[in-house]
């Protein structure tokens, strides 16, 4: 369907989780699900299996409102499941596009749940097309599926992984058919994925590890960059079909996106957050009489900074939980109306005082911008913006939802324009070498694309994105 939109046809930030080998299996991907809500929040689903065939379960929405009604779950038979949830860039958000897409197919019955995204889905769904194949959905995993159906190879396992042979950039992803799980992290490790083990012996997969410690399952390690996990009635086993490449986890991962008592790649998110505080108060400190975090996403990197300042660390800004994330709102009209709804000041705590106000990321400093006034008219005598992360400057390709280039605030303004914007007194953003020294990254292995333009994998289907011009700026 060339008539999309090209930004209705990729998947975005979202969460995977999977169970082998346990009577509970949707229930307990339920409750994987749960852990990882904050990774999407527009659409949740499960396929679970008993061996014989695929049943399913998906809708837009909460994992809440999507299996609020217990029957839903109970019709999920069988010892395996996965699960995923999902957010979409405007216009994505249909129904057809909830995961894990299902599919029959020559061998039978397929489900995929994906996180990340393939840079080269469109040129490769514009051949399919024009060879007669009719796509259900707008996501790039369907693309995926299609090759998997039309591959020459004989077994299950080697048409998933001759299909994946044709798709570049971001996915880990995860397949069930009647006979097994299949999951794979592609050879970049863009997103995350761990492998757990369940106290009955069943197997768990997730993206993130805050999924594992809901199910009471133990952490057993990550998936590596480019290994192909099978798991079936005798066993995980495990393979490296394609070629390696440089590693490229993504490092917003760490500074926003995972949760912070997730432990991701051998480092606790919580502890990075902190470093990151502790850094941004070197580079860019604030003589103030407190340090706020605005809620949640900057609450441990304003600890850290807080701690390193000496200063007292309050919570000028009270955060109401049951509205979610402003910027997921899907049109600027209902995240204006979101900042109030979530964010409150107290007047008392704030009045005459000189505030050091510390957030995890700019994106388009809208957000900001209302904090500061919100802080201003509730008596703040200074406002000093800190962000724990150097200016995002350009899209993510691969799989975390940033707005187009245009809306990107740091990337037509410089840093004195940007706190002209927003309205606070003085502004300072952390710079890349202190983000990747806080990851303790020193040795590489990381894509900063979003912060550096350094973008590991391109395609000349980008092109075909709204987010340009991208090439002539990037090496
Ligand atoms: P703004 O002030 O409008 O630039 O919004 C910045 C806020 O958006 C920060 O508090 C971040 O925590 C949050 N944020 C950053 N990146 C993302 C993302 N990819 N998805 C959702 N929220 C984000």
């Known amino acids: 369907m060339s008539d999309l939109l090209p930004s209705d046809a990729f998947n975005d930030e979202c969460g995977i989780v999977a169970v082998w080998g346990h009577a509970e299996a949707s229930n307990l991907c339920y409750l994987g699900l749960h852990a990882l809500q904050h990774r999407g929040q527009e659409g949740a689903g499960i396929v679970s299996s008993d061996g014989q065939a695929l049943y399913t379960q998906r809708g837009r929405g909460l994992v809440a409102d999507v299996f609020g009604d217990r029957a839903g779950l109970q019709r999920l038979l069988g ?71 039309r591959s020459r190879q004989k077994t299950f396992v080697n048409r998933v992984v001759d299909a994946l042979a044709r798709v570049q950039g971001a996915g880990s992803i995860v397949f069930l058919n009647e006979d097994m799980l299949l999951a794979t992290r592609d050879p970049h490790g863009f997103r995350p994925l761990v492998i757990g083990r369940l106290p009955g012996g069943g197997w ?46 993504c490092i917003f991962e760490y500074l926003y996106f995972a949760r912070p008592d997730t432990m991701l790649w051998g480092r606790d998110v919580y502890s990075v957050r902190l470093r990151l505080g502790d850094r941004l108060a070197i ?46 709102e899907p049109n600027q009209q209902i995240r204006d109306f979101g900042v109030k709804l979530k964010l409150n000041p107290v007047p008392e705590l704030l009045r005459g005082k000189r505030v050091a106000v510390v957030d995890d990321s ?54 004195a324009e940007i706190g002209r914007f927003v309205g606070a007194d003085s502004i300072g953003y952390l710079s890349i070498a202190g983000m990747h020294e806080a990851v303790h990254a020193g040795e590489g292995g990381f894509c900063d694309a979003c912060f550096s333009g350094r973008y590991p994998v391109l395609h000349d289907d980008l092109k075909r994105r709204p987010q340009l011009p991208l090439f002539a700026e990037s090496p």
């Open 362 to 415: 700019l994106v388009r400093g809208t957000t900001c911008r209302k904090i500061v006034r919100m802080l201003r008219e509730a008596g703040a005598a200074e406002i000093h913006l800190r962000i724990a992360a150097p200016p995002t400057t350009g899209p993510c390709w691969y799989g975390i939802d940033t707005p187009t280039r245009e809306e990107l605030i740091a990337s037509k303004n410089e840093v």
């Open 204 to 249: 768990v997969l997730a993206s993130e590890t805050c999924a594992l410690d809901l199910i009471g399952a133990r952490f057993v390690r990550d998936v590596s960059p480019g290994e192909v996990v099978v798991i079936d009635d005798g066993g995980l086993s495990s393979f490296h079909p394609f070629p390696r490449s440089e590693s490229n986890a």
């Open 283 to 328: 580079e860019q400190p604030a003589d103030v009489d407190m340090v706020l975090p605005v809620p949640d996403s900057g609450v441990a990197a304003a600890l850290g900074y807080a701690r390193k300042l000496g200063k007292p660390f309050e919570l000028g800004l009270v955060r109401n939980h049951y509205v979610g994330r402003s910027f997921i």
């Open 79 to 149: 010892n395996r499941a996965i699960g995923h949830v999902r957010y979409s860039t405007a216009g994505g958000n249909s129904e057809a596009n909830v995961q894990p897409l299902t599919a029959t197919w020559a061998m039978g019955q397929l489900a995929v749940a994906h996180n990340g995204n393939y840079v080269n889905a469109r040129s490769i769904r514009d051949e399919l097309e024009a060879e007669g194949a009719i796509f259900q959905s707008s996501s790039d995993t369907e693309v995926v599926v299609h090759l998997i159906a």
